[in-house]
């Protein structure tokens, strides 16, 4: 393996065959092997995502800019010289200034163009090589989006948007959630007997949506599971006792921050926040809050970040947005009912 430094000039990591071209030769020192497969991918109509993908290392992005791989998908570049023409446009992951890159690649080798620490992996080793999959597969994971129109907020008459989370405690309960077109989400694991497999199944489904979870102890696989599949503060965790919880969250962040060094990725970002009934609600400036309404009414106003469950008592609703409550927990099987609801609050 060589690792070449450089300049990170478009950040991103790509994976793929490399291709050396130069002035000098230009396409012609394309290898043949490629350029058949790419004449191949033509012949057979092959849509230009599905072409075969390469790495293309040149002299300098003059050259790169002019060159055109038939039937090859460039998806990475790496240049040995820092120059940029003015008008050359970069929008796949690319380094420059990379020192040594000329006759460095040999035919048929892999090549790695780390877009973020400017570096160029040639003929990668097994290590390195499943070190970059992973990252790439876990930032590939937060592009997943809702669009369908049950995915949309509901707002009120007068205009003032409400969240419909949906209060869950397993998977099915889950499932079921997102299909009704929840808008967020409040998984509630006091006495779930696996609570770690739960937060990764609703992280990685979750796709962008908030998601609170109410926890008793423990927080470390919610990171790990936050860090993989979501973005900053996209998760709020809540506990009974939050002053313990903010002491878990920072043990547990000296091994968290540790594990996104390794794969290259930022360590998760979230939130914090009290977990109260109606009856005990003490709101502390700036914390998140879960307010459990289902006892009782809400006697008292919510900031727009605070989750009120209301659980299935729909004609709750209009109360708790009038006390300012923009993000109101139902039970999974009223979704749908609820977001109408919303509808016809003056």
């Known amino acids: 393996m060589k690792a070449l430094g450089g300049t990170a000039k478009y950040p991103g990591t790509a994976i793929a065959v490399g291709v050396y071209v130069d002035a000098a030769s230009g396409i012609n020192g394309v290898s043949s092997t490629l350029l058949m497969e790419g004449i191949s991918a033509l012949r057979r109509g092959s849509k230009p995502a599905d072409y075969p993908e390469a790495i293309l290392a040149c002299d300098n992005l003059n050259t790169g800019a002019g060159i055109r791989i038939p039937g090859i998908n460039i998806i990475g570049i790496a240049s040995q010289s820092e120059a940029v023409p003015a008008e050359y446009t970069i929008d796949v992951p690319c380094v420059i200034g990379v020192d040594g890159l000329s006759g460095s690649i040999q035919e048929g080798e892999l090549v790695i163009v780390d877009g973020y620490k400017g570096l160029v992996y040639i003929d990668p080793d097994p290590s390195t090589l499943i070190h970059y999959q992973q990252a790439e597969e876990q930032r590939q994971l937060r592009k997943k989006i809702f669009i369908s129109s049950e995915h949309i907020p509901s707002r009120t008459q007068s205009g003032v948007t409400v969240y419909i989370y949906a209060h869950v ?26 609570a770690n497999y739960l937060p990764n199944t609703a992280l990685r489904e979750a796709a962008g949506k908030p998601v609170t979870f109410v926890v008793e102890y423990g927080c470390e696989e919610i990171l790990r599971a936050t860090m993989t599949y979501c973005t900053p503060g996209q998760v709020t965790l809540a506990s009974e006792n939050p002053d313990l919880l903010a002491s878990q969250l920072e043990h547990a962040m000296d091994r968290i921050v540790l594990e996104a060094l390794q794969l290259n990725i930022d360590p998760p970002q979230v939130n914090l926040g ?73």
Not at 174 to 193: E, F, H, I
Request: proline letters at 2%; a negative charge.
């Open 274 to 346: 009290g977990a109260y009934t109606a009856a005990n609600y003490n709101p502390v400036l700036g914390q998140a809050a879960v307010i459990d309404c289902r006892q009782s009414d809400c006697a008292t106003s919510a900031e727009e970040s605070t989750v009120v469950i209301i659980g299935s008592s729909l004609d709750h609703i209009a109360a708790a947005v009038k006390l300012g409550a923009r993000r109101i927990a139902v039970d999974q099987s009223f979704i749908t009912e609820a977001k109408h609801t919303v509808l016809t609050i003056h």
């Open 169 to 194: 405690s397993n998977e099915p309960q889950l499932a079921g959630a997102l299909s009704s077109g929840a808008d967020g989400l409040l998984v509630d694991l006091r006495n779930v007997r696996d």
